[in-house]
């Protein structure tokens, strides 16, 4: 069995074992399994059944994550998106007034457009081209994005009318938990421990309980019905014109933010080619927009690839086999609800915020002296948290890109792909 996973997966070539690959998808999933409980408490608002959209979510992440591992061999784990469930739900159903069954259909549609511009030759065009400094911002922007989230989850930060955001209590017992268990996987990391965020998770999660701050809830429970939600998308009205600029919106921010994720995680890992590009990037795409479709269908939002699984990366992960295990780990979480639910926000907050210091690395290999390369990487990587949403950062980050080459007089530089990413990203912002 360790020659097969050494030879499918190619261990051996990625300076990877199957234990090391083992810990980075336990990493990840534990990053990720907050999703688990807030997929289902975001749609339950757009009157969802809670029970039911558990399961759905369980079931979509490993799949996604499964063919994510076995069909692309990338240690990226998928899952339900963050931002856009909350589209789904706020925007869609609540803020326009469309049935949750017709929104469902609305992300079915977007899936399969995404699928068809997985297979055409466009999808590597339009990533690929993408320059390396912008790569290096994205990976950068990522980092901070990831940042802020878990500094908001901890209570390290808090809204203010007068500053937008101001530190909040850092002795409560969650800020307190989050920021030792960072300074704790630093140190577990800068002595050579690969399972460091994992011993970090583990850690915060023990003295919470024992503290009685987070509740121990159990380890197995049978897993609820999904009935409610499976397969009751109503494709047929997403159809109406009135829902054009939601399945469009959906699609664009899939994309994108699955772009953002591959070149981040990727660039991290080490595994772009000689050439800075994505290998088996179609392979990719097909797990997300898949996923994105299926998952449809059991009774979720969208389903997307998660910069979370830098994670599991940072742990040692390299291939495929990573998500292969995050797979099965959702898969138990049908059953071993109460435990995942028994891990504190604020520890999965402390492994985003080391991830997140690793990410902003890449700062360093961005070619500052070029002022027309290196403020767009600035720009994308800034506006990733300042507008709190990945694709929304690197629409911005294109069209700064192309609007200061063109300025500059070097509008030569500006690949094509860039350049029609802008016009697509300025016809969003202005129309939709």
């Known amino acids: 069995m360790q020659r097969v996973l050494d030879e499918y997966f190619g261990l051996t070539k990625n300076g990877t074992t199957i234990g090391r690959e083992i810990i980075a998808g336990v990493t990840t999933f534990l990053a990720m399994s907050y999703i688990t409980v807030v997929n289902p408490l975001i749609l339950g608002d757009a009157g969802m059944d809670f029970e039911a959209v558990f399961v759905a979510t369980c079931c979509a992440a490993a799949l996604g994550s499964l063919v994510m591992g076995v069909v692309a061999n990338y ?19 609540i803020g326009s007034g469309h049935p949750w069954q017709t929104a469902l259909g609305a992300v079915f549609l977007s899936g399969a457009l ?5 297979f055409l030759p466009v999808r ?3 990533i690929n081209s993408i320059p390396k400094n912008l790569k290096l911002g994205m990976t950068a922007g990522i980092g901070f994005f990831l940042a802020f989230v878990a500094m908001k989850n901890a ?9 937008l955001i101001a530190l ?4 409560s017992f969650p800020a307190f938990m989050a920021l030792g268990g960072f300074f704790a996987i630093t140190a577990f990391a800068s002595n050579g421990y690969r399972s460091a965020i994992i011993l970090g998770v583990l850690l915060i999660s023990l003295v919470s309980w024992g503290a009685g701050e987070a509740d121990f809830l159990g380890i197995v429970a049978a897993p609820p019905s999904a009935a409610p939600v499976f397969f009751q998308l109503d494709i047929r009205a997403a159809l109406d014109i009135s829902m054009l600029s939601v399945i469009l919106t959906m699609l664009l921010v899939d ?3 699955t772009a953002g994720t591959l070149v981040g995680v990727a660039t991290r890992g080490n595994l772009m080619d000689a050439s800075g590009n994505l290998p088996r990037l179609s392979k990719a795409l097909l ?9 449809a269908l059991l009774g979720t939002s969208s389903t997307t690839s998660y910069i979370e699984s830098a994670a599991g990366v940072e742990s040692g992960g390299r291939t495929g086999l990573s998500a292969v295990v995050i797979a099965i780990a959702f898969i138990l979480s049908l059953v071993l609800a109460p435990l995942a639910q028994s891990i504190p926000s604020y520890a999965a907050a402390a492994a985003l915020l080391f991830v997140s210091t690793s990410m902003a690395q890449s700062l360093i290999e961005i070619d500052w002296p070029d002022i027309t390369e290196s403020t767009p990487a600035i720009v994308t990587a800034l506006m990733m948290p300042f507008s709190f949403s990945i694709a929304d950062g ?10 200061i080459k063109l300025l500059a007089g070097r509008v030569k530089e500006v690949p094509s792909a860039v350049g029609f990413i802008a016009l697509v990203f300025a016809f969003k912002f202005a129309f939709l």
């Open 168 to 171: 909040d209590d850092l002795l």
């Open 155 to 163: 209570g390290i930060i808090t809204a203010n009318a007068s500053t």
């Open 255 to 257: 994309v994108f933010d």
């Open 124 to 126: 590597a065009w339009l």
């Open 114 to 118: 995404f699928l068809i511009i997985s």
């Open 75 to 93: 240690p990226i784990g998928l899952a339900p998106g963050m931002g856009q469930n909350a589209f789904f739900t706020y925007a869609v159903v």
């Open 287 to 295: 797990a997300d927009s898949s996923s994105t479709a299926v998952g």
């Open 394 to 403: 690197i629409g911005i980050g294109f069209i700064s890109y192309a609007l």
